[in-house]
Structure formats: C-alpha cells, structure tokens
C-alpha cells in the first residue's frame, strides 16, 4: 500500500514538473516560431509521437510485470 502510494506521489510530482512551464513543453522546433498551421500540425504529431511512445512503454512494463508475477506465483506452486 505504500509502494503504491509513492508511486502515484511520484508520478504526480514529474507531471508536475513537466508541465510547469511553456518553455519546458516547447520542442526546440516549435519555440519561438511564428504560429500558424504548420506549427500547430508539428505540435500535434509531437503530442502523438510521445503519446504513442509512453503508451508502447508502459504496455511492456505491464507485461513485464504480469510475466514476474506469473512466474512468482509458479514458484510458490
């Protein structure tokens, strides 16, 4: 119960830090550029990239952990 209460602090706290403020959020392609449509598209496929990225990594980190929890419960069998 600990351990994941620490966890959700944790990551509660790195969101926070990444969001708090612009210049963090913007990619060296985006910033102090001027806004229009091609900015808005680049930021989007930026949003999706590192969407698509943290989705693929927390599915293997899921497997992983369903593949040692498996393997726990085998070895106490």
């Given at each position: 119960?600990?351990?994941r209460h620490r966890r959700i602090v944790s990551i509660a706290v790195a969101?926070?830090?990444s969001a708090g403020c612009a210049t963090a959020l913007a990619c060296?392609?985006?910033f102090q550029f001027d806004q229009g449509p091609v900015t808005?598209?680049?930021?989007a496929a930026i949003v999706v990239l590192i969407s698509v990225t943290v989705a693929v990594l927390v599915a293997f980190g899921r497997f992983a952990w369903r593949l040692a929890r498996a393997d726990?419960?085998?070895s106490d069998a």
């Open positions: 119960m600990i351990a969101l926070a830090c060296p392609i985006c808005a598209g680049v930021r726990r419960a085998a």
